[in-house]
C-alpha cells in the first residue's frame, strides 16, 4: 500500500466524519422542535439555507475560475 492511498483514506474518513458530525446537528435541532409542524419547517429552512450556501460557493468558483 502507497502512501497516497493512505492519504486518500484517511481524507475520505476525515470528510466522512466532518459529514456525519453536521448531520447529527442539523438532527440535534429537529429533535429540538417542539412539534411535528415545526420540525418540517426547521427541515425546510435548513434545505433552503444549505441551497443557498451551494449556490453561492458555486458562484464564488465559477468567478475565480
Not at 466522512?16 to 422542535?33: H, K, N, V
Not at 412539534?35 to 468558483?61: E, N, P
Amino acid at each position: 500500500m502507497t502512501d497516497t492511498s493512505d492519504d486518500t483514506r484517511l481524507r475520505y474518513a476525515a470528510e466522512r466524519a466532518q459529514r456525519q458530525l453536521t448531520l447529527d446537528a442539523i438532527r440535534t435541532d429537529l429533535e429540538a422542535q417542539p412539534s411535528a409542524r415545526s420540525i418540517l419547517a426547521a427541515g425546510r429552512h435548513w434545505c433552503a439555507d444549505i441551497t443557498a450556501m451551494a449556490d453561492a460557493v458555486a458562484q464564488a468558483l465559477r468567478k475565480a475560475a
